[in-house]
């Protein structure tokens, strides 16, 4: 029996991992609840990691084939919620604008800008009887965020802690037009899959946080090319993002409490 002193109790926590991680429990036994907005991207695996027992599930599927904008958001996060997650950490790689952080690096995004469209967004789409307008003037869990902000120093894992993650449409990667002005828009960071994850977490009142893994200069920003820095940088990153995880899972216990929280997010 896990010491309930130490680290997320079980079944607490998950990670929705994207990029680099799909076949990382592969081999673990899965389940794949039923849910109101059809199946999840792919069985959600029960791993242990740092000592723990936490879910896992791959946004992208076993065989890393479903595209961004085509992932189920809601049936991931309501399959989480169905195994009473309450802690969300999604994995995300992200291509970085600011000048001093480059691929190889983490950082803990510190809001996000949605630049996505016909996406399924959220889990009131009409057909449910209540209807909630959640607060995300603060789109990521702020005691998540700090959580692994902690992990990663006790680990001695540099992580950035801030910025914009904005969330483009994809599958294809920006223009470097489309980069210069994401960087007048605020935006730190550029990945694909945050949104609508974020909301439809907070709609189903989980804590959620990003743990992004950098893995190239954003377009036209770098001086290779950015499958290059990619290929070059996932594996420094992965390691990284798998030091600080086995940390998190492994100290002491701050773990939020998910469903106790007021519209705003705030508790
Ligand atoms: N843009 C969008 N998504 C990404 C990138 C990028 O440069 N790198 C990894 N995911």
Redesign the pocket.
């Given at each position: 029996m896990p010491d309930p002193a130490y680290g997320p109790a079980p079944g607490q926590f998950a990670i929705l991992a994207g990029?680099g991680f799909s076949d990382f429990a592969s081999l673990s036994p899965g389940r794949v609840p039923v849910t109101a907005y059809g199946a999840p991207s792919a069985a959600v695996r029960e791993v242990e990691f740092g000592g723990r027992r936490i879910w896992f599930l791959p946004r992208h599927g076993d065989r890393h084939d479903i595209p961004p904008h085509r992932i189920n958001y809601r049936a991931n996060l309501a399959a989480l919620k169905v195994l009473k997650v309450r802690n969300v950490l999604a994995l995300?790689?992200?291509?970085v604008i600011t000048p001093h952080l480059g691929p190889g690096q983490l950082a803990v995004p510190g809001q996000l800008i949605d630049y996505t469209y016909g996406r399924d967004h959220s889990i009131y789409d009409g057909s449910s009887a209540s209807l909630d307008h959640i607060d995300f003037t603060e789109p990521f869990s702020e005691p998540l965020r700090r959580q692994i902000l902690d992990a990663a120093r006790a680990a001695d894992v540099p992580c950035h802690d801030g910025g914009v993650y904005a969330v483009?449409q994809?599958p294809r990667?920006?223009t470097a037009a489309e980069i210069d002005r994401l960087e007048r828009d605020g935006a730190d960071f550029?990945?694909?899959t945050a949104m609508p994850e974020a909301a439809i977490a907070r709609e189903l009142q989980m804590d959620y946080a990003c743990l992004s893994l950098i893995?190239?200069f954003?377009?036209g920003r770098g001086a290779n090319a950015?499958h290059e820095d990619?290929e070059g940088s996932l594996l420094e990153a992965k390691t990284c993002a798998l030091r600080l995880m086995q940390q998190l899972f492994h100290g002491p216990s701050r773990g939020t409490d998910g469903g106790r929280r007021d519209r705003s997010g705030r508790r």
């Open positions: 990029s995300n790689t992200v291509g483009t994809g990667l920006e550029i990945g694909m893995v190239n954003a377009a950015i990619i």
